[in-house]
Each structure stands twice: as C-alpha cells, then as structure tokens.
C-alpha cells in the first residue's frame, strides 16, 4: 500500500454510516428510485474509471484521478437523487451542481454523456486536451456546455457560486412560491475538493451558507486526502467537521465513498430534508483502482499505457478494448431522460395551476423565468433636470438611483461588504435576505425574500456569491454589491469570473480616488482601475456628476453580457449641467466642452472627481496664461474603444503642437493611448483629509496650470508632437531602488 | 440599554473565566510585573477613554469605539505582558504587536505615548485626521512609524502578517538557538475585530498557524459584537471559539474584556505557555461608557460635544478639560522603559555568551539581524555560458536559480501553494517548515527550521503571511512563494500590502500568457500583468528565456524595498544566447537585435515567452517581404522607465513611417505608451494545447507577419505616423453588447 493511502486509512475513524430515517432495505426515502444491486453499481464505477484512464493516456495528461476516486458520488448523484432533465438542461426548476473541484471535470462530463445529454457524444468525449476547436470537453468546466451551471477552476469560485445559486431559489420561492404551489424548489449540489476548503473565498461563502441556513445546499467533499503537493495534513490538519459545524452545517461522514453507492445516495437524500445546509464529508481514494491509488501522482496525470492496461484487467475488462461503454451501462441511464422529462412536466403543471390561481405573480414570475426586466425600468433613472445643482459626492447620486431600482423592480439584490452607511445602497422599505428563524434566535429582521444582502467583510465571497445569483437563470437577477473601491481588489477574481462567464452584475464601488482621505494609502485604490479597465469584458465607469452617474447605470443595464463597476467618490463633486451627459458616458469618453472661440493649445481629459481639476485648470489657463484648453469628459476606456474611429478623433482631435493631458488621480498606465502626459499617481497614497491629499500630491487648480502650460510651451518651441516612449508623467514617478 | 447591547449580554455564556495555574490573588504567573488594583486600572481607562474622545470629536470624526472597548487590553498588553523597548521600538528579540483591527489605531497611538515612545507626543496625537504633513498618527498604522511593526487597515492582512511574523520567530530560534541559549523567543501579539475573523485571508492565515502550531501567536479578538452594519449578528453567526478549536487553536474566554484587566493579563500570560497557538474571545463593550455604547453608531464616528462632556463627568473627569492626561495616569507606566532596557540588555547578554559559546553561528546571527545576506550570492546566478541551448521553460531556467539560492542562503523563506510539482522551487534536501509534532502525529518531515513551505490551497496568505515575514526585520528574510501567474489575481490584496510597505520578496509566478494550454480561459491570466504593471513599487518581470531569468533575479534581489514577481512560461522557450542580456533585463528593455543592414522599417517589441514570435515575424518580414525589423526585449515596463530619456529614446528609436509593433499576449493596455500597435489577447483565452491556443489567437509567425506588413504598407501610403487616439489592436478587441 502506498504510504500516503496507508495514512488515509488511518485518518479514518471507525464511526458507522449514520442512518437516516426512513432508510430500509438500500431504497431511499427522498424520493429517489430503487437502487440497484452493489454488483451493478461495480460494474458501472469499473467501466466508467476505465473510461477515464483511457480518456487521460490518450494525450497522455489530464486530471484522472478525482474523477475515478468520485465515480460512486457521480453515479449516487447523477442516477438517483439529482432532479434535472438531460434533453432541455436548462428547464428552470432543475437542481443545479457546480463542480468546484473543476480539474475533475472529465468526471463530469462523462456522466452528462452516460444519461443522455445529447451534446455529449463520445466523439465530443476524446476531444478532452485535443486541439479540436469545436471540442465542449476544456479543461474545466465552462458555462456555455448545456448541462454545466457555471464555469469553474479557480479554486474556491465554484462553492461560493453555488451559495449564490441555493440564495436564487431561496430567493424565488420565498417572493413566488404560495401554499401549494412551489414553483421554485430546487437544490444546490456542490462538490469540493481539498482547495475549496482551504481558498479564503470558500470559507467566507460556506460562512454565510450557514448564517442563512440554506438547507437547500449540500457541499460534498470528496475527502481523498491528497493535493499536488502530496498528502493534505502537508498542509491542512484542521477538524473539517468540526468546522463546519461552527459554520452552521450539518455535517455527515461516509467511510466508504468510491465504493458505497447507496451510503452516498441515503447521505445526499437526508440533505433535502435538512434544516441546514449539509456538508458531506466522503472519503474516497484519488485515481482507485490503480497501482498509484491514493497518491499525488495520480493528481494531475495520466496512468500510462501498462497502467491502464492493468487496471482494465482488474476490473474484468478487456486490456484492449478502449473507450468502452457496454450496453449494460448505458441502459443503467436509460431512464434518466424520462426521468427528467416528468419533472419538468410536473413542474409546468404545477405552473399552470399557480397561474390559474394567482395570474399577477406568475405573470412576474414568468418575466423573471424569462430573464427579462420590467420595460420602465428607465422611469427609475432621474431626468437630468432633477439633479441637484450644489456639490454632491457621486455616492449620493447613485444611491438615489439605485434606491428606485431596487425598491422598484425585484430584480436587483442588493449587497454590501458591511458598508451599509457608507455606499448609500440602503434602499427604502428594503427587506434583509435573511434565515426568518434568526429573527427568534437572535432579533434580525429579515427573511429569504428580502433583496438586501448583508455578505459580512467579505468582499471576495460577496462578487463570487453574485456569480451564482446571475447564472441561476440570466437576467433573473441583476446582482448589486457595494463596498469601496480599493476591496474590489480582494474580489478580482471573483469580478474575473464574472466577466469571463458574461454575467451581469453591478459593483457598486465607492471612495474611488485619493478623494478619500484620511483613511489613507491603504485605502486609496491606486492602481486597481488599470486592472478593470484592462480585464476583457468589464465596463469600469468613473462618473463625474450625477447626469454622468445616470448614464453609468444605463450602461451598466444595458450590458446584459457583463459585469460593470461603477466608481464613485466618497466627496462631493462639482455638477456641469452645461457639460456633462448620459449619452456621452454611453461612448465612453466625450467632448465636455471646447475651447473659448473654437481653436485650441491644449486638451485636458478630465475622469470622475478629479474633472473639477481639469475644469479649474481651463479657466486658469486662459485667465493666467491666455491658453486656451478643451475639456473631455472620459468616463470608460472600453465603451470609447467601442465608437467608430471618427468618433474617437472627434472627441480627442489630435493635433501637431497641441498636446493632450489626462488628469486622474491613478497611475498612467492606459492614459498613453490618449494622451501626451498626465497628472496622475504613480505612487501610493497618503492620510490626509481628501482636499489636502490632492493638494500634497499636485492635485490643485494651480499646480495643474504650471505643469500643463510648461508643456504647452515645450511643445510649441520644440514643434511637433512628443515621441513615442516619451510620455509625460508631469508628477514624476516612484524610483525603485536597486543596491549595487 | 441599547437594543444592541442587550443582544450582546445574552450572546454571552455565563462561563466563569478559565483559571490557569499560577495564578493567585491577582498577580499572574508569567513573568509580569504585580498588577495594580482594579481602582488603579479603572482610572487609566477612565483617562484614557476620554483622550481618545476628545481627539476624535477634535475633527468630529475617527473611530472612536474600539479603541474606547479595547482599553483593558492595551493596558493589560502594554503595561503588563509585552516585552518590548519603547525607547528602542525596533530591539530585535522584542514582541511583536499587530493591530490587524487596524482603524483602532488611535489606541496604539496614545498607548504608545503612555509608555514612553519618544516620538508619539500629544502633539503628534492631535494630528490625527489633521492636514499636517508631518503626522505620525494617520488614519490607519503605518510601518514607517517607530512601534508598529506591519502597516493595517486592509481587514485579513494583519493577522496574516502575524502568522508570519511568529513564522520569523520560530525559523530563528530552530535555526539559531542553542540549549541554554535562546536568542530569539518572541511572541507575537495580534488584535483582530469580526473583520479579520470574517476575511478569508484571515480565515487561511489562521489554519496555518494552527497546523504550525505556532504557539508563540496570540490572537486577541476584540469581541464586541458590533459591524459597520449594525450587530455582527446580521451576517455572521457562527460559532467562533468551535470553529478555532477546529482550526487547531487553544480558545480562550475573557468574559469582562473592557473593565476586568487581571483577567485579561491572566489569559495573556497562559499563551506564552501554551503548546498551540492562542485565540482569546475577549467580550468587549463599543464606545464603553458613551450613551451610544455597544452600537455601531460609535465605531466610525465622534461622540459629539455634549456626549463628550457627559461622558468625562460620568468618569469623574472635568468636561472643559481636553487632551487630559494626569501626573498619576503616565506614573502607572512609568517603569515601561526601564523595564524595556532590561529586556534589551538580558538579549545582549545571552547573545555575547552565545556569541562565545558558538561563534560562526552567531557572526550568521549577527549577519541576520543586520539584514544583510551573504556577499557571494551573485555566485548562484547561473552565468551566461551555463545556460542550456535548446529549447527551455523559464519555469524550468528560474527553477535552477532558486535552487541555488535557496540551498546557500538561509535568508530564503520558499513556499509553495500546493505547486511543489509545477512552480519548480522546490530545492535540493530542502526542509519543510512544519511543527516537529506532526512527524509522530501523521509521519510528515520538517520542523521550524524548515525553509520549504507548503502553503495549501492558500494563494492570499501566502503572500500576506509573506509581508510578515519580511518584516519581521528588514533583510532578515526574503520571503519567495510560488503559484501559477493567474492566482496572484487571489493575493493581489498582499501583494499591493508589500509594495506599499517596502517589502521584499519574489513572487515566481509560473504557468504565465496563454501558452499554459489546456487548463483554458480560468487558467489563462489575461489582465493581470496589467494591475502589476501599474501597481506602484512592484517589479512585473516577463524573462524571455534563460539568461534574462538571470537577470531577473539579480533585479529582484537587488530591489531590497521592492516585492517582484518573476512571471514564467510552463512551456518550452527557445533561448537566444546571442540577443539576450541580464544588463538590458535590468534596464527593463533593450535592444534584441538591430535590423539587417542598420536601417529598419518596422520595430517589434517581443515580451517573455512571446520574444519567438517576434524573432521568428522579424526573419518572415525580411524574407517574404523585405520588410526590415528590429526587435526589442521588454521584461519589465517599471525599469525601463527609470532609465533616462536618451536611453529610452535609443532603444524605441521612434522615427516617422516606422511603427512599433508590440507582440504580448496580454491586453493592449500599457504598450501604447511604447508602440503604435499590438497583436494583443483583448479578451480571454481558450482550452487548447500551448501552440494551438497561440495560434487560434493569432499569435503564430505567418498571421503576425501579415498584420505587420498590412500596418507598415499603411503607413507609408499615408505618410507619418499614427495619431494620438488611434493605437492599433492588430488582434481586435471584444466588443461588450449593449442593448437599446
């Protein structure tokens, strides 16, 4: 036996299978059909793991060993309890499973072909690490294969989308469901590895899983004891269960979890009737059945030839017969499709009567199964004429707009990362998403169909969580979340996941900038702009006033595709009536307003609060200086890539001698594409209240005129333009030291 | 009683507090000086809650509360338990103390008055949320600042740092202390609020430092039951002391945590006793003593002119006196920097006896705790002419490197995220850093003088833990982890914590560009360079091939201020002994290789494991079109800037009609400021092997040369170059749908 398995077993406490009620006789009581014999279920796992191995030597790499070590999970799953339907995945009551140890995802992908997804050929199969461009076999999981809920690999990503995806339907069925009538009813099944258990953002998603009590999640741990690095106590030698029983699950142990189809099968069915979310704890063996068994080895590799053909002979098949599915296993499946044929017809009957009985809200629910919004949604964005005139933080703004969104249109759920007074997106009459039995056991108000969402100081589970909530259904949910701009650093990869799956959500992201003060360089999210402005699919819109902030979350609407994250100060901000618009933040970048008397010495592009600046600094060119300056209003980088060339030269005319100079308080990088030199923040912040950090830092009407006029009359006496790779950072750069 | 506070009372257990053995009649048994009376302590609390109102309501705003809640603790901490020098804060073997609730920091600040921080005046307290640029009391603490060890603010990355800075400690004293001679023995101290309990970077940091069992950590929590958001309770409802115990932590309750100071000493005293790591559950009330106590109306706000007036005379203190500190309040910590001498001189003493005792241990010693590393580390830089020639990973060239300096040099701290077979750090007869009781619990190798560390599934501690070790003492340490590039994504938060603190390290960051293949778009770190690039104070090092990862070690360990990431390919990468220099790598960029003839119609900048298509576009274009390119190499954007005009100017040589092309398969973002055009990856990547997603991105040598010579034709048939505004994306970009 090797070493690391000899462990294993030790590992193991001799405890017995809990028993469920309910459980006689191997049949199960949730509902669940008959199980077949041991026998059977061993044939399936032998040819279902030899199908792997074939499936890894054949580019001689892939991830084998999960998905064999989990073969009796998938079949206690996708044979017995799972309710879905394989010839319309999609149907809308189906129970959804995230496979967050995404690497096995050969595992999944060979079950979606053994009931039936149609998609799945075995041809589609051995396309796993081809080169075949059409190939729905990649190397984890994605969100465009019918039959996958949501894209997963990154570690930890998986199990928070699926607490997004259990708060959707607990979300659904407390705003829809009526005595009677449960048109939303569906579970959340979740398998993890080690890394889901250990990634931070994990952690703070199974956290709230508990808070809320969302005993329609079940997180199965296919506890096989082994990371790349070798054995898991390497690094990990906590009480799991006694963990996440302090986390608020109820927690069950299966010893025998690649073997024992029916132990799983009664564990997962006990889930359904659990007053909290469940958490399996199932040890299993990586890569069983072969001689490296319960090693790293078997990890991230494939077995080798000899292997295969060895454990081929183990299992009582023939060495060469490859990618072998005997009738016998497929007819095992056969009658899964039919299966979930009636439970989608159960579901539309059920639907039908619900809406003989209550036609308003299942005209709503009907909308929301659509994934479509009310069409007034735009009566919630105010006209231009009702922004106020004085100076006003762009946080107020949006606050205003976000309150008669989300009190109108149950749509939007609303969160904050615990900065309720902070990002202004408290709405009125809002309602806590919250366990209703917390209001006995502790006094919060609140219940699962509330739409504000307290996630807690857990900003990277908060964006992740979201990701489950928009692919529950696309456009069920518009997900908000709120907290200050320079944590959307510890959600990045959630933000990421986000944008590669197009999933829309708002990010709500306040005190953006040096603006915010005393709180210091911790806080002032230097440098985090260059990364949403250069992650492929996501709008990072830095408002200027409130006309802007409108058109922001028209944008960010609109963008049915993607997620958007909207910049907002923590100070008040000039307003320019006369300037700014909605339509030109939909382009991205506009002409704020041209120079007095038409020609022009300089441009000055202006971004979000630091547009007072290049205001300012117009009028005191011309008053000092008799320079006369333009200014661009230039909101999102992305949305102005987007417009027509002569659009973009019309907005930024550029010009011999004339140079252009980007005002933001954040780092060059990308102004370049733009401009000739900027003001910016090549370095981090300090504390000091807002007004004086942009002074310290030559953030200032008269600074700003020195630097800029300087410029201009370099350029006029030298002539032409500024040469490529000499772009002006007119407040200088951090030096890096390096000892000699 | 607030609605708020009663919660609390019942929240809390009538447990009695835990009795540990040596304690009587109130003196502790740990070593601490007698405690005075209860009556004595109330009279410090009383004076130095009211300081703390009065410099919060100065400007009438500031966190006021815990630092009000937590003063027990700071008196039992500072007066009591900790061994540290206040007039010589930066004594080596001192405690180290992290305030990981890092907006309590006028707590630190005033205790630090109190006991004789020459530099901490009430001047200086006053300053505060003032415009003074010469305050040494921002917002948040800063590690510039004489007594705070790691800057906070950021919630997760205090107490991650702590983990590392008992980390420091326990690698010193297994690597140096000698039986009867213990030159390093610190504890480590660390005050966390529901936050850093909250944060996953918390959550990860703390499994470690209970599978380490690194009982030389302490961590305090500030109990107070209060959020931003209002009672903790509405987004967290776990069971805390259950879920440390899991976490393999020695839990203990303070029940009385803002008045009973004994207790607090008591428990304090107990960890630096105890054989795991330490988590105190200390009950404290918000704002104690204010009407709004126990609310989070007192956590981010003054207490307002009348309030601080009821409250001073509540406390039998004059209401018209402000910033009142009595004769008897700084005589209670009068014996602190007496004491703190002693602790210093007791450590010089055992290092001269040591010193005689073991004499080349000690000259290490002494060479550690000057930060300084031994001289002839250049020697495990591979030279020029050792580099293979064929075709080589830079994983695989770094791998060699770090090997060298790792197994030489005892500064080198290497980690892992559970990529031992992967990253390629791994070194010869390495130790792990483990706690040597694992090897009877579960057979694992290594003790505390390990330098190999496995991190787990823990990509956002590793790097945060990493800023406490480098910390710990400047040089003593330079910390190096490993991961694939795309998960820096999930440490982003730590990284910008070491840049902004000045910390070195070396982040090898392997599996980089679109050429990791088949793991797909998840795996594929598209944006990412991006946010290093702009990150102030980082180096982002792209190395081409062998010979530039020598270079960019040497930039690396050279920036001792500085964290650097060495971003490497997991694919083969042909070597270029011919064009590639470590001078020019630590230029940034350089010359690769001048067109044929001298003069050049085109430049192309080629970038890491991308320089071969630029190479091998430069041959197509001459050969099938006679066009004539130059290449250059560009590892890293942040040193080129630093060189000056004229150099810069030599390298890009920017002519009109001779466009530069830049060739990375990254976003277009950033190279504007160098070239006219990119063949870019403006969205993200795909599941294929290397080549094959290279070349379904265009990223091939025939479809690159096609682009070029379309751009060069285009450039001379309209003349000069390309406007401002008008940067090429030769591969496109994605365009983000917007609906109407």
Known sequence: MAPALELLEKSIEPLPTKAFPGTQNGVSAGGSPSLESQEKHQRVMNVFRAFIADLCQQYGEGHA????????????????????????????????????????????YLFMHLVGVQSMTVDQLKSYHSSRLDSICPGHPEIEIDGVEVTTGPLGQGVAS???????????????????????????WCTV???????GVGLEALSLAGHWKLNNLCVIFDNNSVTCDGTADVANTEDINMKMRATGFNVVDVYNGDTDVAAVVNALDAARSSDMPTFLNIRTVIGIGSTQAGTADVHGAALGVDEVARLKRSFG????EFFYIPQDVYDFFRDIPGRGEAHEAGWKATLAKYREEYPELAAEFALRVAGEMPNDWTKC????????????????????????LAQNINTFLVGTADLTPSCNVAYKNKVDFQSPELQTVCGLSGDYSGRYIHYGIREHAMCAISNGLAAFNKGTFIPMTSTYFVFHLYAAAAVRMAALQNLQQIHIATHDSIGVGENGPTHQPIAVAALYRAMPNVLYIRPCDAEEVAGAYIAAIQAT???????????????????SSREGTLKGGYVFTEAEGGDFDVTLIGVGSEMGFAMQTRELLLKEHGIRARAVS???????????????????????????VAIEAYPSNGWERYADASVSMNFFGKS?????????????????????????????????????????????????????
Chains 1, 2 share one sequence.
Request: charged share 20%; with cysteine.
């Open 193 to 199: 590895g080690d890394a889901c258990l250990q990634e």
């Open 65 to 108: 060993g999960s998905p064999m070590g989990m073969t009796a999970i998938g079949i206690a799953l996708y044979k017995y309890v799972m309710k879905y339907s394989p010839k319309n995945c999609n149907y809308f009551n189906r129970d959804r499973f995230v496979l967050s140890n995404g690497h096995a995802c050969l595992w999944q």
């Open 162 to 188: 699926a607490v997004g995806l259990a708060m959707a339907s607990k979300n659904l069925a407390a705003t829809y469901n009526r005595p009677g009538h449960e048109v939303v009813n569906n579970m959340t």
């Open 688 to 740: 000091l209240p807002s007004k004086e950090t942009y002074e310290y830092f030559g953030f200032a009407p008269e600074s700003i005129t020195a630097k800029v006029k300087d410029l201009v009359e370099e350029v006029r006496r030298d002539g032409i333009g500024i040469l490529r790779g000499d772009f002006r950072d007119l407040n200088g750069s951090l030096q890096i030291h390096l000892e000699h």
């Open 561 to 579: 595709e993607t997620p958007t994250i909207i910049s907002l100060s923590r100070q008040g901000l000039p307003q320019y009536p006369q300037c």
């Open 317 to 320: 098949l023939d060495p060469n």
């Open 381 to 404: 964005i105010p006209r231009k004429e009702e922004h106020p005139t004085a100076s006003t933080a762009s946080r107020k703004s949006a606050g205003v707009v976000t309150n008669a």
């Open 634 to 660: 230039f909101p999102c980088t992305r949305l102005f890539e987007q417009q027509s060339r002569e659009y973009k030269q019309s907005v930024l005319k550029p010009r011999a001698g004339k140079p252009t």
